[in-house]
């Protein structure tokens, strides 16, 4: 449907204002200069802010489509900012006076306007070494982007594996609707969280690793061909997407326990 036709069925009755909003979302993409057609609908649409994947992207590309988007929304999640260029980008938003919450290890950001209202849900993250933290704070700070709360665990892998399962138990007591397990090496981790959860797994290989195997391709493997059912696997490294689908998943969690 056009606009037009959006609007005559409101009209008649045929279709509901929400639906409405959803379908003119569709609708909501601006040019910025000639590098970027932003996505200022994908909130409403999907339940997902505008993500600027900034690697590979100019300084000055990346500022201009945060202040373009937050004219229009409260936030926007800015990924894998060069570390030469972070601390630059942070002090532009707040010379904008957009607040920044950053996460350890990692140079991802969240720069909102408004505080966000944790009311979708709760996500467990956890990780099996402490170098697969930043990769585990993408999936935080994108959680948390789309309203959710998050509790973390981190360096609980299988070189020890007593340490996961009191960690586990806190978060099944605590109610969490989905869990991110961020692995690098072998990746084993993933397939343990899965087979004694009752919950949503989402398995991140990280790049963590060397020798045969190196840069996650084990790790990705592994989750892959796990025996263990109710494990989901995203790409290497792919923190920002595990964030996204966990936080969908608590989010329509929540939604339906309404009712």
Do not use: W
Request: charged residues 25%; proline residues 2%; glycine residues 8%.
């Amino acid at each position: 449907m056009n606009i037009s036709d959006i609007l005559d069925s409101v009209k008649s009755g045929k279709l509901s204002v929400n639906d409405a909003k959803k379908q003119l979302s569709l609708y909501s993409i601006e040019e910025i200069e000639n590098f970027a057609k932003i996505d200022l609908g994908r909130e409403v649409r999907k339940g997902i802010p505008e993500v600027i994947f900034a690697e590979r992207k100019e300084n000055s590309e990346v500022k201009k489509i945060i202040k373009k988007v937050l004219k229009k929304t409260n936030s926007i999640v800015v990924s894998r900012i060069p570390k030469k260029n972070f601390q630059d980008i942070c002090n532009y938003c707040k010379k904008n006076n957009f607040k920044v919450k950053t996460g350890q290890n990692c140079t991802t950001i969240l720069v909102y306007k408004k505080p966000i209202k944790k009311t979708k849900g709760k996500v467990g993250i956890i990780t099996a070494g402490t170098s697969d933290i930043g990769i585990a704070e993408e999936s935080r700070l994108m959680c948390e982007s789309m309203s959710c709360n998050c509790i973390t665990s981190y360096d609980v892998g299988i070189a020890g594996l007593h340490r996961i399962f009191p960690v586990l138990k806190e978060f099944v007591k605590s109610g969490v609707d989905a869990i991110i397990v961020v692995a690098g090496m072998e990746g084993a981790l993933a397939s343990v969280v899965s087979s004694t959860v009752n919950v949503p797994i989402i398995g991140v290989p990280t790049s963590i690793g060397y020798g045969y195997g190196e840069k996650g391709v084990a790790a990705l493997a592994a989750m892959l061909q796990s025996c263990s059912l109710g494990l989901t696997v995203v790409n290497i490294d792919n923190g920002v997407g595990a964030g996204a689908a966990a936080a969908n998943i608590a989010s329509r969690i929540k939604s339906n326990s309404r009712y």
